[in-house]
């Protein structure tokens, strides 16, 4: 473990400013449900007029009145909203019996963009990512709300309805699954917020936002009950693609408990088609966030992942440990240290990884 933490230091050293992208945890933190502050029903991407008073109110250390400038609430007129993402990262890994990799760059760069058409009952939004790399569209639809904002449809481009949300695509749960944030479907989806309840059904090609290739479809199906203490939620997906049929099902909860708030998820996952008898797959998240100071959050994730049930002794599992600080609106500093466990004879799966993360948003 101590090269883990020589090297996060020196990153410390190296990067001296930072910011955070809503996460699931803060809507746990704040008992709300993740559309309450994003434009997009199912969480993530650009922030709504809630979204940003929050970060500029309450999730910051300090505060930033400029006079003669009014709150950022992510509007430009009536017709038109922006947002944006800028994450730049520093990292240290070592992998047994190989020589220690650093790395440094911008890890995201992405901007959004919503024509409010008929403002709150029909948008059509835009999520780009410009670096790293060349341009990439994640998001593309439009959306209609309807029965007072209970119910909504969207068709296009999008990130698919399935579990917690993470930030972190890197997660075991997000990349067994193949749903997160690199990984867009062009469909459509319904949903609907009553109360304490959400939910959302797609329907989508199945290939990650490739080209239709046979005519098989994804379902998708998110339910959700949020009380101002606790959620639960479960998943259903099913794809039916000419590699061979596969079905993910999951349980996700949330908890508060005084300043520390709760995230967990539990995946199953059956491929049909991979050997004669096909593979089964677990993949588990138990996260702790501690809210210790104003800007200040301490994050503890324990993760679990068994590639195969039929299979003994290749589980694989990470530890992280993440600090993260918010000195500003629009402004945190992230950084940690993951500890990954797996098979002896696999180095990769063994490795140790520090890094320092600056994100800047809006």
């Known amino acids: 473990m101590k090269p883990i933490f020589l090297a996060l230091a020196a990153t410390l050293l190296a990067v001296?400013?930072?910011?955070?992208?809503?996460?699931?945890?803060?809507?746990v933190r704040q008992g709300l449900k993740c559309a309450a502050c994003h434009q997009n029903p199912t969480g993530g991407g650009?922030?709504?007029?809630?979204?940003?008073?929050?970060a500029q109110n309450v999730l910051a250390e300090h505060r930033l009145d400029l006079p003669g400038v009014g709150p950022w609430m992510g509007s430009i007129g009536r017709y038109l909203s922006l947002g944006a993402d800028l994450r730049y990262d520093e990292s240290h890994t070592d992998v047994p019996h190989q020589r220690p990799v650093r790395e440094s760059g911008i890890s995201e760069g992405r901007v959004y963009v919503q024509l409010n058409l008929l403002p709150d009952r029909f948008q059509v939004y835009l999520d780009e990512?410009?670096?790293?790399?060349?341009?990439?569209?994640l998001e593309s639809y439009a959306k209609l709300w309807l029965w007072d904002r209970h119910v909504y449809v969207k068709a296009g481009q999008m990130f698919l309805p399935y579990g917690l949300r993470l930030?972190?695509?890197?997660?075991?749960?997000?990349?067994?699954?193949?749903?997160?944030?690199t990984t867009p479907d062009?469909?459509?989806?319904?949903?609907?917020?009553?109360?304490?309840?959400?939910?959302?059904?797609?329907v989508s090609r199945g290939?990650?936002?490739?080209?239709?290739?046979?005519?098989?479809?994804?379902?998708?199906?998110?339910?959700?009950?949020?009380?101002?203490?606790?959620?639960?939620g479960a998943s259903l997906n099913y794809?039916?693609?000419?590699?061979?049929?596969?079905?993910?099902?999951?349980?996700?909860?949330?908890?508060?408990?005084?300043?520390?708030?709760?995230?967990?998820?539990?995946?199953?996952?059956?491929?049909?088609?991979?050997?004669?008898?096909g593979r089964r797959q677990w993949a588990g998240l138990v996260e702790a966030n501690w809210n210790f100071r104003a800007g200040h959050n301490l994050k503890l994730t324990a993760e679990s992942f068994d590639p195969d049930v039929k299979v003994q002794q290749d589980e694989r599992?990470?530890?992280?440990?993440?600090?993260?600080?918010?000195?500003?609106?629009y402004v945190q500093l992230r950084v940690g240290g993951r500890l990954y466990q797996g098979i002896p004879q696999n180095d990769l799966q063994n490795r140790r990884l520090a890094f320092a993360e600056l994100h800047l948003f809006f």
Do not use: C, H
């Open 16 to 27: 001296l400013s930072g910011a955070a992208r809503a996460e699931p945890y803060l809507a």
């Open 46 to 54: 650009m922030r709504n007029a809630l979204g940003n008073s929050w």
């Open 129 to 137: 990512r410009l670096a790293p790399g060349n341009n990439l569209r």
């Open 167 to 181: 930030q972190d695509d890197g997660a075991f749960i997000r990349q067994v699954s193949g749903i997160n944030f």
């Open 186 to 202: 062009n469909g459509a989806e319904v949903g609907i917020d009553v109360g304490p309840w959400a939910a959302q059904l797609a």
């Open 207 to 232: 290939t990650a936002g490739g080209p239709e290739i046979d005519s098989g479809k994804q379902w998708s199906l998110r339910v959700e009950r949020v009380q101002p203490l606790w959620r639960l």
């Open 239 to 277: 794809n039916d693609s000419i590699a061979g049929k596969r079905r993910m099902q999951n349980l996700f909860a949330g908890l508060r408990t005084g300043p520390v708030s709760w995230l967990a998820e539990a995946d199953y996952i059956v491929d049909d088609g991979l050997g004669p008898a």
């Open 317 to 329: 599992t990470r530890l992280s440990l993440v600090w993260e600080y918010t000195p500003f609106p």
